[in-house]
């Protein structure tokens, strides 16, 4: 079973950046679509971005223009680059992927995540004002 394990978050000022990255155990197919999620203490999952196997991107406008998701397949891993980091992107973060084989030229779902079948385990992101 595919297993993903998410790098260290860490804590920032306001302005800074952060990369994450997630490693899968197994095989990330070019039809799995990955993400990168998000959770802040009392409010719902929201998706920053997600990224298909050709390398098709989506992200949510909270993060748009400051945020960059990437995958290597090669290397079973999937980033993300968050530049110019607010206070309000404070939250757990989580990888996923949608093990459902989809074409990758065909944009990812982002959402709430609610298509992704596989997690890991969150790593905490704090910015400070």
């Known amino acids: 079973q595919l297993q993903l394990v998410e790098s260290e978050g860490g804590s920032v000022q306001s302005g800074g950046f952060l990369r994450l990255s997630c490693v899968a155990s197994?095989?990330?197919?070019?039809?799995?679509?990955m993400g990168w999620f998000r959770q802040a203490p009392g409010k719902e999952r929201e998706g920053a971005g997600s990224?298909?196997?050709?390398?098709?991107?989506s992200y949510s406008d909270s993060v748009k223009g400051r945020f960059t998701i990437s995958r290597d397949n090669a290397k079973n891993t999937v980033f993300l680059q968050m530049n110019n980091l607010k206070p309000e992107d404070t939250a757990m973060y989580y990888c996923?992927?949608?093990?459902?084989?989809?074409?990758?030229?065909?944009?990812?779902?982002?959402?709430?995540?609610?298509?992704?079948?596989?997690w890991g385990q969150g790593t905490q992101v704090t910015v400070s004002s």
């Open positions: 990224v298909t196997g050709a390398g098709i991107t």
């Open positions: 197994g095989n990330i197919h070019s039809s799995h679509c």
């Open positions: 996923a992927a949608d093990l459902t084989l989809r074409s990758r030229y065909v944009r990812c779902p982002l959402g709430s995540g609610t298509e992704y079948n596989t």
